[in-house]
């Protein structure tokens, strides 16, 4: 049986695991002294967080704090582990960032260093090098988060050979920032943190809306 054993949610510059918030911080801060904020509450030393751009932050952060509690990692083969991603600005917000470097041909100096993350899946490659994950991964666009769309993919990898998955939504557009991250594994009882919840569209909408913002 494939089960949600864990999940963050990222939001209004509050971290949310497991439908209780964790961490916050003031809402008047910019998205990136949130990100360094979270960052630093959450205690990992990974230094090459602080070259990614906004969206590779928020959706490393998300990953972090749901793995957090748990032994993900240490219990399924992450050759066999999948990670699923959506969002609705694909890499907009870096797009941005890219184009304003190239306007001006009189001072046209386009970064590598930004240029690298004109592509939603580069949150992916990210997560993938964080942890090792070998496994299948996807990156789709859609308005909102299709919990059909997530689900009805990960059935079919899990039929196919995945054994496990880090699945959600990583968005940042403007002032929209969001992250939902929920991990999928095959029921263990060594999982004793999970919160074990059947793989569908109601317990992915129910968790997705179960965290009550402070802000």
Known sequence: MNIITSYAHIKHN???VNGEIIFQSNPSLSLAEFLSEAYKALGVSYPKF??????CKLGFLCTEFALKETNFLLENDLS??????SNAASSIETD????HSINDESNYFPSPAVFVYTLPNITIGELAIKYKITGENAFFVSEQLDADLLI???KTLLESGTESAIIG???VDGLNAEAFIFLVEKQKDTNKNAIFKPLNQTSVITLYNQTVWTH
């Open 14 to 16: 509050q971290v949310s």
């Open 169 to 171: 939504w990583v968005e």
């Open 96 to 99: 941005r960032v890219h184009q």
């Open 50 to 55: 602080h070259k990614m751009d906004a969206q």
């Open 152 to 154: 009805n993919y990960t």
């Open 80 to 85: 066999k582990s999948a990670i699923i991603l």
